[in-house]
């Protein structure tokens, strides 16, 4: 089975502009999460979603936002750029139902300028 | 609330094991993993356990978990030069059956010296 795809992997924006960063899990998996890492932070948990809902929600303001379609694949969206909002976003998938592990996708570096 | 901790820095010589320590707080049912990353990359999931478990071995990677002390470890047989990295002890609440958000300690830098 192929893993986790996220694109773009590399992002460069401006203050203020917006983002759209997209996951594709793993084929079957219904379940999708989103965490930022960054070096002060560490890893954090953004949000979940399974079956086009989202299921939890981490402590990030509203400006971040995410959804999910029909086939499992999930967007974040980052409105009104802040430059504390560089990062590595990475995207987990797992099959949704069970207790079951966490397969992480490469991330999307992001770069507010 | 969850909080997990990891020492930052461990050096090892090639072919000696390293053990990396994790604890956590969470007393509820859960899953503790162990996620390697690389530079620049993702996370790799390396192992995991379940609270109900004492030791899982897999290949050259052993987790032992203490119950008791809320403690974790993670070994590794006969390091090499490619686990250079850095390894994330993360912990998942059990909700309704399912796994939900995972709760990462800072991660530890693993430096294999030749």
């Known amino acids: 089975k192929a893993g986790v795809t996220q694109t773009p992997r590399y992002l460069i924006k401006t203050r203020g502009q917006q983002v759209t960063l997209s996951c594709s899990p793993i084929?079957?998996?219904?379940?999708v999460s989103w965490y930022q890492q960054t070096p002060g932070q560490g890893l954090q948990f953004l949000f979940e979603?399974?079956?086009?809902?989202?299921?939890n929600k981490g402590n990030f303001p509203g400006r971040f936002s995410g959804r999910q379609f029909s086939n499992s694949r999930s967007e974040m969206n980052v409105s009104t750029l802040e430059l504390g909002d560089s990062a590595l976003y990475l995207c987990?998938?797992?099959?949704?139902?069970?207790?079951?592990?966490?397969?992480f996708g490469p991330g999307t570096r992001l770069l507010v300028l | 609330g969850e909080d997990v901790e990891q020492s930052l820095f461990l050096s090892v010589r090639e072919g000696d094991s390293s053990v990396i320590n994790c604890t956590y707080t969470?007393?509820?049912?859960?899953?503790l993993y162990w996620y390697k990353q690389e530079p620049g990359a993702g996370l790799q999931l390396l192992t995991y356990?379940?609270?109900?478990?004492d030791m899982k071995q897999d290949q050259r990677l052993t987790v032992l978990l203490n119950k008791k002390d809320k403690h974790l470890s993670l070994r590794i047989a006969d390091t090499q030069t490619g686990d250079s990295a850095i390894y994330f002890c993360?912990?998942?609440?059990?909700?309704?059956?399912?796994?939900?958000?995972?709760?990462f300690g800072s991660g530890t830098q693993l430096t294999v010296l030749p």
């Open positions: 987990a998938s797992s099959p949704g139902q069970g207790g079951e592990t966490q397969y």
């Open positions: 084929s079957g998996h219904r379940s």
């Open positions: 979603y399974f079956s086009e809902t989202q299921r």
């Open positions: 969470d007393s509820s049912s859960t899953y």
């Open positions: 356990i379940f609270s109900n478990m």
């Open positions: 993360a912990e998942s609440l059990l909700w309704g059956g399912s796994a939900r958000q995972l709760t």
